[in-house]
Structure formats: structure tokens, C-alpha cells
């Protein structure tokens, strides 16, 4: 005669129960990854500070999962592309977003225009200490000449992860 074991019964279902929880994210692995992330992705980025990483709840953790966690930086969005590499938690991740110091930036760019140009100019990104931008996007300086005050515009893209600029003058 088949007896049934209360134990049994109740333990399978909730060993499945933690399988699944513990595959997908939300757990204790998600709150380790948002914190390795934080530390290893916000030390790519000194001196700027990366703030708390937030990776999706709904993330099922296996071998070539991809997914975007998102951040602040200078309290601005910031994003992190997440690829899991293998069964043991191994991952991999890029900046899909790039801060530029604007000071250093707009130094850059005056002479590297004022170079093509011919002349001294004066360049302004806005305000604020950083300009987080998402990396292949495009943004505005104004060039002033500072001989006379004439204004341009350039158009300003962010090439890549490490920070890499180009320009072009936008005529009237």
C-alpha cells in the first residue's frame, strides 16, 4: 500500500518554489550582481561616483542572458549592458552610457576646432560638472570666437566607451 509522506509533500513543491526564484532575479544573486556592478563598472569611471545599479527582477540568470541595469551618475541615467557568460554566474559587462566632464571636454574641443578652424574660440556644452551621454549619440556646443564674438554651432558625437569625440561645424 502507497503511504504518502506529509514532509515529502510539502518540500518538493517548495524546493521548486526556490528554483525558480532563485533562477530568475530579485534574490540574493541579483542584490550581489547590482553590487559587483556598482563597484567594478563605477571603477571605470572614477572620479565620477556611479550610483546604486538596479538590474530588471524579471531576469532569468542563465548562460547568455542580456539585460540593462540602470544607474545615476552626476544624477543623470546611466546604463549598463549585462550579459551572463556561464551557469556559475560568470558576466560581462559594457557602459552604454559615457560622462564627460564638460570643463575637459569643452577645453578639448576648443582646440581642436579653434585647429581646424584657424582661430582661438571659446566652447560651451552647458552647464553643470558632467554631460552623461549614451555612447554613439550626438550633442550640441556652441563655438565663440573670441576675437570678435561670432557664434557657431558644432555637433558633437560620443564615439566610444572611453570617451573618444568628434565634431563638425553646423553651418546656418
Same mark, same amino acid.
Given at each position: 500500500?502507497?503511504?504518502?509522506?506529509?514532509?515529502?509533500?510539502?518540500?518538493?513543491?517548495?524546493?521548486?518554489?526556490?528554483?525558480?526564484?532563485?533562477?530568475?532575479? /530579485?534574490?540574493?544573486?541579483?542584490?550581489?550582481?547590482?553590487?559587483?556592478?556598482?563597484?567594478?563598472?563605477?571603477?571605470?569611471?572614477?572620479?565620477?561616483?556611479? /550610483?546604486?545599479?538596479?538590474?530588471?527582477?524579471?531576469?532569468?540568470?542563465?548562460?547568455?542572458?542580456?539585460?540593462?541595469?540602470?544607474?545615476?551618475?552626476?544624477?543623470?541615467?546611466?546604463?549598463?549592458?549585462?550579459?551572463?557568460?556561464?551557469?556559475?554566474?560568470?558576466?560581462?559587462?559594457?557602459?552604454?552610457?559615457?560622462?564627460?566632464?564638460?570643463?575637459?571636454?569643452?577645453?578639448?574641443?576648443?582646440?581642436?576646432?579653434?585647429?581646424?578652424?584657424?582661430?582661438?574660440?571659446?566652447?560651451?556644452?552647458?552647464? /553643470?560638472?558632467?554631460?552623461?551621454?549614451?555612447?554613439?549619440?550626438?550633442?550640441?556646443?556652441?563655438?565663440?570666437?573670441?576675437? /570678435?564674438?561670432?557664434?557657431?554651432?558644432?555637433?558633437?558625437?560620443?564615439?566610444?566607451?572611453?570617451?573618444?569625440?568628434?565634431?563638425?561645424?553646423?553651418?546656418?
Amino acid at each position: 500500500m502507497l503511504q504518502l509522506n506529509p514532509q515529502k509533500l510539502i518540500a518538493v513543491p517548495l524546493i521548486t518554489i526556490a528554483a525558480l526564484i532563485s533562477a530568475c532575479g /530579485g534574490g540574493p544573486d541579483q542584490t550581489q550582481l547590482e553590487r559587483e556592478l556598482q563597484d567594478r563598472a563605477g571603477s571605470d569611471i572614477l572620479p565620477v561616483e556611479l /550610483g546604486m545599479v538596479d538590474c530588471p527582477e524579471d531576469v532569468v540568470m542563465t548562460p547568455e542572458s542580456v539585460f540593462i541595469c540602470a544607474s545615476e551618475v552626476a544624477g543623470q541615467y546611466y546604463e549598463l549592458q549585462v550579459r551572463i557568460i556561464d551557469a556559475q554566474g560568470q558576466y560581462g559587462y559594457v557602459h552604454k552610457h559615457h560622462p564627460l566632464q564638460l570643463v575637459n571636454t569643452e577645453a578639448l574641443l576648443a582646440n581642436e576646432v579653434a585647429y581646424g578652424v584657424g582661430f582661438d574660440l571659446m566652447i560651451d556644452c552647458g552647464d /553643470g560638472e558632467y554631460l552623461v551621454a549614451p555612447i554613439g549619440s550626438t550633442f550640441n556646443c556652441v563655438a565663440t570666437r573670441v576675437e /570678435g564674438g561670432a557664434q557657431a554651432n558644432i555637433e558633437v558625437t560620443l564615439r566610444d566607451e572611453v570617451g573618444r569625440l568628434t565634431w563638425a561645424l553646423l553651418r546656418p
